[in-house]
């Protein structure tokens, strides 16, 4: 049995927030170069040809993850933990450097700006729980090696030692409130979603479905409504109990997904939704009632194939024309009049509402 789109809370990142993403580490990367590219040719320069390479590597690293994601915009999570991974490399390896050559290579200062820009991308990229840890390791481990091998006088450090210690604390302090922020902008929108979906099966609710359609419909095109309703689906029910109907609710809404998604060919997807107990909902934006039939009846022969192995079950379906600017209460009546038409008909029917034209049945094969 297919899935009826359930809503699954708790989805790492939306497809909004992966090209923000994308955008603002483009940004950042694209800042950042010439700075690195500097770095490299200080480290080649210097005769660091180990750390140099290292560094390369991670740069190049970076640069791979762009098309990584682009390609697949689901991997986002995935390539920030492999961008995260590069820089704490980077940091290890510098930090190797300056305890193997302090001095030498590169400054003491130069050594917190290089950590402070990693720490910055480690901030960005992992959750707070991690950043956190490994930012105040590195912080630490910095100030330990500056203090016992720059060769500087205490005092002289304290200075810059505290202004690193507090452009470290800035940075900690910013990314936990926006991740903060973003938790609970997710949690709002959680709600938000929850409160316009179906538990069961995943689609809209009456409210949803509404919101939806309404914004579907803003620039005026007319569009056709259909309502479907499970044959003795209490039979079904007192027969083979609660479960069993729970399956066959969320069976019918995986059918009607289906239909909703592929729409019209050239108006674009419709709506579909859960309108109450085993009565559904589905709008396509095709103004052809007429049309609106081959969709119905796609989905009329759908239900009762998928379900014939099992034990049979059908559905009747009212196809009405919704007219531009008409209200959906107007739309839905003559439907669901067209859906108790075809129960009465014989049920395991598609008929079409009167719209002004006399009532078509169609019987199911």
């Not at 809503?7 to 909004?16: A, I, N």
């Not at 500097?38 to 005769?47: D, H, N, P, S, T």
């Not at 919101?211 to 007192?238: C, S, W, Y």
């Not at 809404?253 to 309108?275: K, M, S």
Request: proline share 5%; hydrophobic share 50%.
């Amino acid at each position: 049995m297919l899935g009826a789109g359930r809503f699954v809370p708790g989805t790492p990142d939306s497809p909004e927030t992966t090209r923000v993403k994308v955008r603002g580490y483009s940004f950042a990367l694209l800042a950042a170069t010439p700075g690195l590219l500097l770095i490299l040719r200080l480290l080649v320069e210097k005769g660091a040809y180990l750390y140099a390479a290292l560094h390369g590597t991670v740069i190049l690293g970076a640069v791979l993850l762009f098309p990584f994601v682009i390609l697949r915009p689901s991997r986002m999570v995935q390539a920030e933990r492999y961008f995260a991974a590069l820089l704490v490399v980077s940091a290890a390896g510098f930090l190797s450097m300056y305890a193997r050559h302090p001095q030498q290579i590169i400054g003491f200062e130069l050594l917190g700006s290089i950590l402070l820009f990693i720490v910055a991308g480690l901030l960005l990229v992992l959750p707070p729980r991690w950043s956190l840890s490994v930012s105040l390791v590195l912080l630490l481990v910095y100030r330990l090696e500056v203090a016992h091998l720059s060769g500087q006088d205490t005092a002289g450090l304290t200075l810059s030692q505290w202004v690193n210690t507090g452009m470290f604390a800035l940075l900690m302090v910013g990314v936990v409130m926006r991740e903060t922020l973003a938790q609970q902008a997710e949690r709002v929108h959680l709600l938000q979603e929850m409160a316009l979906r179906d538990v069961l099966t995943g689609l809209l609710n009456r409210r949803g479905f509404e919101e939806a359609v309404q914004a579907l419909r803003v620039d005026g095109r007319g569009g056709t409504l259909m309502v479907l309703d499970i044959d003795h689906f209490k039979p079904i029910n007192d027969t083979f109990g609660h479960v069993e109907g729970d399956r066959l609710l969320e069976e019918l809404a995986g059918v009607l997904q289906e239909q909703a998604d592929l729409g019209d060919a050239l108006a674009g997807p419709g709506v579909c939704g859960r309108w109450g107990g085993e009565e559904f909902v589905l709008y396509i934006p095709q103004p052809d009632p007429r049309q609106g039939l081959l969709t119905a009846e796609r989905v009329r022969a759908e239900v009762q194939a998928r379900t014939a192995l099992r034990r049979p079950v059908t559905v009747s379906v009212g196809v009405s024309a919704w007219w531009p600017d008409e209200k959906l209460r107007h739309a839905f009546l003559r439907a669901d009049e067209a859906m108790y038409a075809a129960k009465r008909a014989g049920r395991n029917r598609v008929s079409l509402a009167p719209d002004g034209a006399a009532l078509r049945v169609s019987a199911g094969g």
